[in-house]
């Protein structure tokens, strides 16, 4: 079951998709019989928090989690591997991979805290903000500080009920002019859903291990995880108990 789940997922993606450094190196879920925790991947250690360090009010780049960004002036490409908190405050390894997902690696990593100065291919950042969902690299020169995308106004992402909507594990959801795509691509006892979104303007992300009340940001906007249903593991997707996600809009990403 997990193989073909795993297969329908990864086809899916494809589909929706189209497609010298600084710093230290280095409604409520529902079970299903068919969704044995012997046939899951273990459930990661819990994430200590805060959810996010660092200056609140912080312009600049995002680099979202699992995903990458762009750096201005040709410097590359910057990574979002991995998360790290200790309860009072946090990290985040930084790589200069060109792939999305947390298994992807580049040559040079970085473990950054909150106010650390970052220099990628000779371009030199702050890191301003970092939070589960993302890191915010804030240029030193200010010259080139980018706020996070917004869609346009007559781009719009599938219809809203009670500020949110659902995805459906494997089905991809395409909006704001085709730049965006989300899709659960898997969904564990916990329950923890992978959620990945391919982007054509530098902002994917790959969130693992999703949980009810995990904030995502996309589109430039941020999410609320507010449910999550295992389903029954049929992946068809005329299947109505194949499994869900829940997301509800929280408001801007900020700058």
Not at 135 to 161: C, G
Not at 164 to 191: A, D, K, M
Not at 241 to 251: C, E, Q, T, W
Request: with cysteine; charged share 15%; proline share 8%.
């Amino acid at each position: 079951m997990k193989t073909l789940r795993l297969t329908a997922a990864i086809g899916c993606v494809l589909l929706a998709s189209a497609c010298g450094p600084s710093g230290t190196k280095a409604g409520p879920a529902t079970a299903s019989p068919s969704a044995s925790p012997t046939t899951a991947r273990p459930v990661p250690p819990e994430d200590k928090g805060p959810e996010c360090a660092g200056d609140l009010a912080a312009k600049g780049l995002h680099v979202l989690r699992g995903g990458t960004v762009q750096l201005p002036g040709g410097a590359g490409t910057v990574l979002y591997q991995q998360a790290q908190a200790d309860g009072t405050s946090r990290t985040a390894v930084l790589t200069n991979g060109t792939g999305s997902g947390t298994a992807q690696a580049g040559t040079e990593s970085w473990t950054v805290a909150p106010g650390q100065a970052l220099t990628v291919g000779g371009a030199a950042f702050t890191v301003s903000q970092i939070c589960t969902y993302r890191v915010v690299l804030t240029p030193k020169d200010q010259k080139n500080v980018t706020e996070s995308p917004q869609p346009s106004s007559e781009a719009r992402w599938p219809s809203l009920v009670d500020g949110g909507f659902r995805l459906r594990w494997h089905v991809p959801n395409t909006e704001y002019n085709g730049q965006y795509s989300v899709v659960v691509t898997e969904i564990n006892p916990g329950p923890r859903a992978d959620i990945s979104i391919p982007s054509r303007d530098g902002g994917d992300a790959s969130y693992s291990d999703a949980k009810i009340g995990d904030t995502l940001e996309f589109a430039g906007r941020l999410w609320k995880v507010s449910a999550i249903d295992v389903g029954d593991g049929n992946p068809d997707g005329s299947n109505p108990n194949s499994g869900y996600v829940d997301l509800k809009l929280i408001g801007p990403a900020g700058g």
